[in-house]
């Protein structure tokens, strides 16, 4: 028999997806828009942490 929350280790836990900058350095233009495997490296993130059983999920953007 599973310890209460073991199941759940992160219930009560905040996950935050910070994607904000100006992508100074990279040359290709806004690196969170840029293509990785078929999707934009921020959806990706956010599709990657969606499965994850956390209390809430925060993204911090920038202005665009």
């Given amino acids: 028999m599973l310890e209460a929350g073991f199941d ?5 836990t905040a996950i935050i997806l910070l994607a904000a900058g100006k992508s100074s350095r990279f040359e290709a233009g ?11 490296i921020l959806e990706r993130s956010a599709r990657l ?10 993204a911090v953007v920038g202005e665009r």
């Fill in 49 to 58: 942490l969606k499965g994850e059983a956390v209390a809430i999920r925060i």
């Fill in 30 to 40: 806004d690196k969170l828009m840029a293509m990785y495997r078929g999707a934009p």
């Fill in 8 to 12: 759940r280790p992160f219930s009560d």
